[in-house]
């Protein structure tokens, strides 16, 4: 999320009563996640695994939970718990806000867009021309829609992100999201669809791709131009779908994650790992090139009967020299 202007550490210190280390008066412009750094950013960390990672980052400012040299140009803002810090300035930055109307008042609706009856359209909604939102679709919070857009009845964009952090009780709380859905123009989105908005950054959907219905976008997700998805997909947070790939129905996509610009994904395929694209098809769990999986399928297809061989040639083997 950026900030409307750039804010001084020593009043993000302020905020959520921090001890600073290194220069208190650089100012930061994003709160950030981890995985969304760059230069003039304020991120957490509450992990010793990471700490060399987020301090060693692009990010300006690190809130954190132990006291550690600080590189020159940079701060550390010392709490006992940095992720309900992080909370906090979210929270403080971007409140919740409940929807009071149907249409908010600070929603902006281009010209000869349709909104059909139990339409909602939340806060900061900007929507383009010449789109046709369906029944009972909900726009949330900073939602962005470019020209020529479809959206289907019952479709939900721009939910919180299912992004949660595991406490030392082993109980779970949920970060507050700050970032947005952005559609880009041309895109068609299928009934029933639930779109999550990034953490902190923005979820993509890019032009001219086309959704099935019942598909499920996870947050931070950036899905490239001309894309096909059909039914059931599910893509987790933070995954990116590069340009023109074709996704069959009920393929599962892993968080974090790459598929490459023209790649096809048959039906059922669960991606655990980045795959190339160079029109190549991939099926299976997990995902392999198309040609290899199917020679792998005809392989076990043929195991029972080679089994059945060798048991075969071992019993009469064992005969043989039993009868010597």
Not at 26 to 44: D, P, R, W
Not at 232 to 240: E, F, H, P, S
Not at 254 to 261: A, D, M, N, P, T
């Amino acid at each position: 999320m950026k900030f409307k202007m750039p804010i001084s550490i020593a009043d993000i210190a302020k905020l959520i009563d921090a001890k600073v280390i290194g220069d208190t008066n650089i100012k930061v412009s994003f709160l950030s996640e981890i995985h969304k750094v760059e230069k003039g950013s304020l991120m957490f960390v509450d992990h010793e695994k990471y700490y060399n990672q987020a301090i060693y980052s692009a990010a300006t400012a690190i809130i954190i939970d132990k006291e550690l040299e600080c590189p020159e140009g940079k701060a550390l803002l010392i709490v006992d718990k940095p992720f309900e810090a992080y909370n906090k300035l979210a929270l403080h930055f971007n409140p919740f806000t409940p929807i009071r109307r149907s249409v908010s008042p600070t929603a902006i609706i281009g010209e000869n867009t349709i909104l059909e009856p139990g339409v909602v359209v939340g806060n900061h909604v900007t929507i383009g021309d010449n789109c046709l939102i369906r029944a009972n679709t909900v726009l949330l919070e900073n939602t962005k829609i470019g020209n020529n857009v479809i959206i289907h009845a019952n479709a939900s964009i721009g939910n919180d992100a299912f992004y949660m952090s595991k406490q030392k009780d082993k109980s779970y709380n949920r970060w507050h999201s700050i970032g947005r859905v952005i559609i880009e123009d041309n895109v068609e989105i299928g009934a029933g669809c639930t779109i999550d908005k990034g953490v902190s950054g923005d979820t993509v959907i890019g032009e001219g791709t086309k959704i099935d219905n019942l598909v499920h976008v996870g947050h931070g997700v950036r899905i490239g131009k001309h894309c096909l998805l059909a039914a059931q997909v599910g893509i987790a947070g933070k995954t990116i779908i590069q340009d023109h790939v074709t996704i069959y129905g009920q393929v599962g996509i892993s968080k974090s994650i790459v598929v490459g610009e023209g790649a096809t994904i048959l039906p059922k395929t669960g991606v655990l790992k980045s795959i190339p694209g160079g029109n190549k098809e991939y099926i299976g769990i997990p995902a392999g090139e198309s040609r290899s999986k199917f020679r792998e399928m005809i392989a076990l297809r043929q195991l029972p009967e080679m089994v059945k061989k060798v048991n075969e040639i071992y019993a009469a083997l064992f005969s043989k020299k039993k009868k010597d």
